[in-house]
């Protein structure tokens, strides 16, 4: 008697359970607004929206046949948004702002295009926006620091315009990815938070300034290649203690300002093809872990500091297309160097074509005596 009593009661609380598993209205009526903003011809039979049937609870499981994916939910509330990259084109709902628990957001991977919604910017819970490899263009809102919760921001592989908004530095972003857009004008200041800054590929101008960086003590990745940066880089950049992966490559900068550290972190560095003039400094041996190196095709002059061959983490070494001179080093070719990289396409003399490392021959000694103003050094 007692045991079936028990059943019955267990029975009727999980059916009141099921029941009451009923997803807020409004946030239905967000999830219609998304799907038919959403060119139905690009929603094919296989994909997550194409099991968005609102005949069915979305947040009611299990999902047998409707909803499969594309969300989570938790208390009845849509917490997340995770499309598949089927091909999906429209635009984004401005209605997507009514989901006020959402967590996540990624729509990678897809074809979304047009603005991104300003509405967007006003969940109050939202530590992810992934938006990477859609078209969404137009200019990134100064809304966007409304975003109280954000920590991962990747809108990379889009066709955004315009210069970054300076409200940036007022979010809790640890890792912002803008790679691949068309972004111009200056860095401005950067939320001090970040791990990882990339906005490489894109049409950034001016310097590097330290009041972009100021307060930055956890920066690890700093990816700000193809760009149109100019000006000497500053000796406090490669001074910031926590910072490993350095990529300025392909810019216009015309110098660098190097110091030796008291505390780093720093592994590798790509400066390649920049404008860089003056001698390779002997400071950048003096980085305790550093790996990787590369300054190729800039226009440094002088000799490789004979320290760079003594430095045992070092494990690439870039210097080709260059004017360095002198006789290098010849630790590098002795065996016991494991070195690999280039030092070709210099004015270097006896770079033993024995080594790998200088198997791209020396620049023809008529462009070297000219860059030496007719002296041979
Ligand atoms: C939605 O589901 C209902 C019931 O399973 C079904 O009759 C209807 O055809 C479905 N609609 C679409 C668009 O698949
Ligand atoms: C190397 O760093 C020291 C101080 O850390 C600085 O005084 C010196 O000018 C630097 N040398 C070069 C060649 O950059």
Known sequence: MFTTAFLLLLLSTSTAITTTTTTLDSDISALKAIKSAINPTTIPSYSCLASWNFTSDPCSTPHLTHF???LSCSNNRVTQLTFDGAGYAGTLSPLVSKLTQLITIDLSD???????PTSLFSLPNLHTLILRSNSFSGTIPPAISNLGSIQTLDISHNSLSGSLPYSLSSLTLTRLDLSFNRLTGPIPKLPKNLV????KSNLLSGYLLKPSFNELTQLEVVELSDNSLTGTIPDWF??????????????????I???KPTDSNLIAVDIGFNKI????????SAYPMLSSLSLRYNKLHGP????YSQKATL????????YLSGLPPKEFFSGKSSVSGSLGDNCLMRCPTSSQLCLKSQKPSSICRRAYGGKVE
Do not use: M
Request: hydrophobic share 40%; charged share 15%; net charge negative.
């Open 315 to 322: 494990k690439r070494l870039f210097l080709d297309g260059n």
């Open 304 to 307: 490789i500091p004979w320290e």
């Open 196 to 199: 990882e800054l990339a906005i």
């Open 238 to 255: 490669f001074l910031q203690t926590s910072i490993q992966q350095v990529n300025l490559a392909n810019n216009g900068f015309t110098g």
């Open 277 to 284: 003039d003056g001698y390779l400094s002997v400071n950048f």
């Open 257 to 259: 300002e190097i110091l």
């Open 110 to 116: 897809n074809k979304f295009s047009g603005p991104i």
């Open 68 to 70: 499969l994916c594309g």
